[in-house]
């Protein structure tokens, strides 16, 4: 069977050397091309000793390939995605630059004026869960953000099946893998470890992206979510534990029956008996969500746990590049997690 | 001066060594005497080597101490506790054996019946910024948990003002250092590292605790917590993240001055202006706070910092014993956190 | 093609486990068979969720299986071992039961006398490195310990080609799983975090293993090799630092040189020009070795990195199945390590 | 009593703010000033919150001290400490510029060529152990490098008393505070977490100072010291593990008893019966030492664990100042370690 050529840019950040390590052993794509920018001409072996067995040299531009995945900071990434289309290439972009529907909320979140309106209308977030038949069609798709992904599955079955109104309270913990490769005192290990704390209280930008996709799932009432990230010392993984009003009296039973049908089918997404540990996601693409009652309150909790780095970005990315290329889902995201 | 005879039961566990930590250097009081159970008769520097310049050999019973601290896991306690009283001790319990004022609570969250319904009412709850006059007089106080600490320290001021309600969703994050120092594959190093989840989403033993405390700031009011405790790969630390409705229409600015002004005479409970870090307490008794306000939903957000094992337990204790001896509140608590 | 059936006896340790993560994927053999104490009668995916996709049950004893793997401690294992080499089936022990070869220093170093010592003549010490050939036939493998495959292979080719004595240190940084799943004081979360030790001053069990290996490969030279191991504060890893006096003048190219040329057909055995980090080996089969010369003194330095739950324990076991199945060496062991 | 007014010249790095954190609770002195480069303007308190007590406002330059602790980078260390010996006050300097006492080394480990050679002769090695008579009438005093503290405490015994000789294996384990605070990518959080490296086999800028010190112990033979300090992933602490051959036939009771006596009138330096762990140095100026004989081979070992921060620098500082000063050597030093 003839493999599709695929390539990645910018490969040296988290994401994209994430993407290296699941694409080099896929077996249905031939990973041909990956970009860096003050690493082009190293061997990606000797950037990244861990992928030792890589043949491939980092490139200043991708080359010869029908689907790319573009993992830059934002907004430099759109610069570098519209070329690609314009080529034919497909895409497949981890930034946030092509996530959110309204060009309006770029200069607010992230400080520039999108280039390409109308692309934003054609992208496909690419949450399989929710977008699976977009996807498979689609020419661009846009990755969600680490922080979305863990929210969003938590919450979904609930906001769609009317369990819960889209008024909640969404607590993230997440490892620090998550900030990025670029160095940054609060990502410094002396000042990392050893602690916790909550940032982005005035807004995160992956805000307007949960309650976007919230807002689709129930049109007829505006999301109200609080969003608030935190930082944990650990490498991967975000846990989320979302809290909701019940808009619908139901029992955990209930509750934990109609997610379980809601995600029955996915190859990824499994609902748990117990409170799931970001640990057992470790380098896996599995996304696990728990929901209960608070029996007290009345409220709805759901814990949701993934690898930031897999399901919150490249193993996404490789899952939705599974489903455009009409390959099973699961190729090459079969691993387990690596535990303890 | 002649220094006040002070004595730790149980001196193997976090909280207690913590306490002989504080207490050897204390310059008002002389840690004459503590116990331990299978490690009785040991020298105390020889079980635990950073308290390398201890004289005190572990005993089988407390003697000759005017003030004990009863560092006991829970029903334990209260049958450690009584004897002390009857003595003419005064007593600090770490446990939470009398900081239920409602018996019937005991069998539900406890799991026994209290043997002495009237002791919890002459018990004092030892959380000074809440009860410092009758602290200073009290015969029994019960040393807050780790958990209600940090929750009640975060809402206090916005109960008691009116500022919010208490229907709040309390989210804690506690290093592992607060699951004791007993065995359990939950705290396995490896089990434990590099992962994060949440437990006792059935209902944890220190949520009637939160609750009661706030019920009393504000009595025409039956608080609705939804507190969901979590496990972060640190050893010290619990940063908590409240939520709350406002129910007075407040500016961010507003909250923040109502705090500062209601923790103003505190010594260990500092009002910040941005986000703190468990980090920053390391160590040390000082409480963190952080009051702000979701701009686009209006809910109030409160984060409080604090170290588990001070503030959260030793630190308190003797703050607590310092306020019931009438020496300066900070006496023997005043060294930094350790940082980074 | 028919699938070869495998099990595992005492899959709940952490050897066992993630020999089961590695077989649940391998393509060459079914794992058809895995066994526990006292999970007996659970879904092996509800005690461990990583392992989520997993259909077996966690059964009382083996069956049905072509090649076992034996996890238990030393001494239970040599009791499970027997019977099933006595039943035709091909067995490779994680345990040290079998590993050495003079049954005289079973009493010494692990407290019993070995019931077969005539066993121990058959058992083949599966290194691969040294001994695949002989593995490719063996009914019975001693899989390797965790700190001797770090040890051997950072001296093997110095020792074997004359370059140093087998006059060495060899100083062990081993990450906390290493010490099993059991519950102990030392690897209790807040004991093990944010902490380094040396132990086992006295002579570690692992000791008589690396020397009879370095023995073996200058039988001309009684082995004076001094082993600390220490434990350090993270999950998985092993890294060792071997010093020994040159025996031969060599540059430090030429020891390189000589490194590269031993190790040159090795799949998981890769010689580094510079000095590797536990971190690029996390999940894989890798081991990483890095020799160079102290140009002061004119030592032997050599460096070696590798996961002990892998190349130490499981992956070893696994790619010691493939050369007695005659499968490619590398199969079901090609992931990529985990980074970061 | 009129405190001495002392001063730090950037306050910032984590030998700076350890200083800070001590000399801030020092009852014999008076921190007057601190400075740092870009914070200058701004509270010491803002920037470190866990210093939330001090008043104290980060200037360009120091002003009105009677001690200065200089906390810059080598080679500009230099150029700050000359001025202020000019001006009569003294100093202690926590950079390497004034620990060799051989101006023809700097060229060579530090990249410059000494500016004032001749004060290399005045400037007195800052281990009180060994220098305590001259520290206390110096001007300008060198404090050790962090390995060099925990590699000279666990050989001077050995070496002064002819029990070993100089020709040593000396084996650091790290933590990452030690790096610094500046921003690097072996220092960025989720590279350094999980996962352990050895660096600067070519030698790492610590080698001369310890050479230089074991050479003056025993100056009748010319040291041969293998240094490799390691990486671990904590944030705090130094484990060597020193490894030489006996010259003398000696048990390891012997050496455990010389070593006893060697140390027996020192406050800070213990000598522990059993191998020390670095979690019980946590914020403490204690170094624990712990000797021993390895049987079979006959070699001397010894394990000394310190914290990097404090013993390794601002403790031993303070240890200098007080000696420096006439106070007792224990003053503001006294608090026992922070554990677990």
């Known amino acids: 069977m003839k493999k599709t050529k695929v390539g990645i840019v910018n490969v040296t950040g988290y994401a994209g ?4 390590r699941l694409l080099s052993r896929h077996p249905g794509v031939d990973l041909a091309s990956v970009t860096g920018r003050s690493t082009a001409g190293k061997q990606l072996a000797d950037v990244f000793p861990h992928l030792a067995g890589s043949q491939l040299t980092i490139e200043a531009t991708l080359s010869g390939v029908e689907i790319a995945f573009t993992a830059m900071p934002h907004k430099e990434s759109a610069a570098v995605v519209l070329p690609l ?36 209308t054609e992208a496909v977030y690419g949450l399989p869960e929710l977008y699976r038949k977009e996807i498979a069609s689609a020419r661009l798709v846009a990755n969600p953000g680490c922080y979305p992904t863990g929210a969003i599955l938590a919450l979904a079955p609930a906001v769609k099946l009317g369990i819960a109104g889209s008024h909640a309270i969404v607590d993230s913990k997440s490892g620090v893998s998550g900030a990025g490769r670029s160095l ?34 129930k049109p007829e009432e505006q999301p109200e979510i609080t969003f608030v990230p935190h930082l944990v ?3 991967r993984g975000i846990l989320t534990t979302a809290y909701a009003p019940l808009s619908a009296k139901k029992t955990a039973a209930e509750v934990m ?20 540990h970001t640990k057992h996601t470790w380098g896996s693409n599995i996304c696990f969500v728990h929901p209960t009652i608070d029996k007290r309150t009345g409220r709805l909790v759901v814990i949701s746990a993934i690898d930031n780095l897999v399901k919150g970005a490249a193993g996404q990315a490789v899952q939705n590049m599974n489903i455009m290329l009409g390959l099973p889902e699961t190729t090459g995201l079969e691993a387990a997690a690596v535990y303890p």
Chains 1, 2, 3, 4 share one sequence.
């Open 257 to 276: 029956q109609a997610y379980c049908d809601f995600y029955k089918d996915e190859p990824f997404t499994k609902v748990m008996a117990s409170p799931p």
């Open 233 to 235: 010392p650990m490498t």
């Open 184 to 217: 940054n005192l609060k990502t410094h290990y002396a000042e990392a470890n050893e602690g916790a704390c909550a940032y982005a209280l005035d807004g995160h930008r992956h805000l307007p992206e949960i309650v976007q996709e919230l807002a689709l799932l």
């Open 17 to 20: 050397v994430e993407l290296a």
């Open 85 to 120: 289309l314009d080529k034919g290439v497909r895409v497949i972009d981890i930034s946030a630059d092509f996530r959110l529907k309204d060009a309006g909320a770029y200069p607010q979140w992230y400080g520039f004026t999108h280039p390409t309106p109308e692309k934003l």
